[in-house]
């Protein structure tokens, strides 16, 4: 892989909000909906890779892919984590501006103590501070979103490091993810979306053409009849149909569905969740209904549980026994043990990335739940 970047944008883009937006819209560390970049979903993993792992639910599941994104947005971190250096900005003093003056000013949040390294702090010093700077956060916003203001008395007797995938959200309604309850999600996605499902396949296509990735795939690219299929197929083309993600037209011939629904569907195949507040207005009673017929479900927290799992992997052990356990060793004294300097800086680099991570989201919820109130206060007028 080849990157390259305008010196000329990163040169005009040095004041605080460029900077972090450079994260998001250069450097690709959320997509549009605000979804981390470098977590771990299912979509991303080949088949073998799905077959020959460990089916432990203590094992993170470390793909190829996922390793691939994540080295590119360590040496993304590095560049320009030094570039921001060299022309006078620090990040730390960025995300610090952030958290304590930024979300007052722009959307009234409560005060927000942070300390953050400083520039003449040894590198393990940084980490050791990064690491408590970071918990304090996560506390500082659990606690705001919950009650709308922060106690600074009580966060300083709680104890214990937060969970990741119980940090609350200030919003209703936030993720979606397909449903488990009754399998039909599960289904639907196998037959539309699988490389494994045999619906993909029809026969006069495969003489000439290699055999498309998946029956969608197929139906946007080829004229397919019923008649292609086997009758035991049939029952799951007319499950397909009773959704509407499928039509068999007069002349027998299938084609796509509603397009809403395949969107909401395939999105959800790529990434594992959805955040239905950056869908329009229009997709709003889809989900209402499937999420009645438990073909979805939605669930209201900070991180997806694609993020919460990849905190929790980087981070320390609680959820997954092959992590890198990085906020335990600096949170214990263990730091101490590492005498390889660049084992210090790579964790560094790790903690950056999250705490960037972290302002994302935390930015994006603000968003969403300024507007949504809006919207909400402009409908009663």
Request: hydrophobic fraction near 35%; glycine fraction near 4%; proline fraction near 2%.
């Amino acid at each position: 892989c080849h990157y390259s970047y305008s010196h000329n944008w990163l040169i005009e883009t040095l004041d605080y909000p460029s900077i972090l937006n450079n994260f998001i819209y250069i450097f690709d560390f959320a997509d549009y909906q605000m979804r981390a970049s470098h977590v771990c979903v299912s979509s991303s993993a080949g088949t073998l890779e799905k077959v020959f792992r460990s089916n432990s639910s203590r094992i993170f599941p470390d793909y190829y892919f996922f390793n691939h994104i994540n080295g590119i947005a360590m040496l993304q971190m590095e560049m320009y984590y030094q570039f921001l250096k060299e022309n006078g900005v620090r990040l730390e003093v960025v995300l610090k501006w952030f958290y304590t003056e930024y979300l007052q000013k722009e959307f009234g949040c409560a005060e927000m103590r942070v300390s953050l390294p400083s520039e003449f702090s040894t590198i393990q010093e940084k980490c050791e501070n990064i690491c408590s700077a970071m918990e304090m956060i996560i506390k500082q916003f659990s606690y705001y979103a919950t009650t709308k203001s922060i106690d600074f008395e009580l966060l300083s007797i709680s104890s214990g490091s937060p969970k990741f995938d119980q940090i609350p959200s200030m919003l209703h309604h936030k993720y979606i993810y397909g449903g488990l309850s009754n399998g039909l999600y599960r289904k639907i996605d196998y037959l539309l979306f699988s490389d494994q499902c045999m619906l993909r396949y029809v026969e006069r296509i495969a003489k000439d053409h290699d055999i498309y990735q998946s029956f969608f795939e197929l139906l946007g690219k080829e004229k397919i009849y019923r008649s292609d299929f086997h009758k035991m197929d049939y029952q799951n083309l007319n499950l397909l149909r009773g959704l509407d993600l499928i039509r068999i037209l007069e002349d027998d011939s299938i084609c796509l569905g509603d397009h809403m629904k395949l969107l909401v569907l395939f999105d959800l195949h790529q990434h594992d969740v959805i955040c239905r507040l950056h869908y329009p207005d229009e997709c709003q009673p889809l989900f209402d209904e499937w999420i009645e017929k438990n073909i979805l479900v939605e669930e209201s927290k900070l991180l997806t549980k694609p993020e919460s799992d990849y905190f929790s992997f980087l981070l320390n052990h609680e959820k997954f026994s092959n992590g890198y356990d990085i906020r335990n060793k600096y949170a214990h004294g263990a730091g101490q043990i590492i005498t390889d300097e660049n084992e210090h800086k790579m964790n560094y680099n790790i903690l950056l990335r999250l705490m960037v991570i972290l302002a994302i989201k935390i930015n994006d919820e603000f968003c969403l739940f300024s507007r949504h109130t809006n919207e909400i206060t402009d409908s009663e007028e």
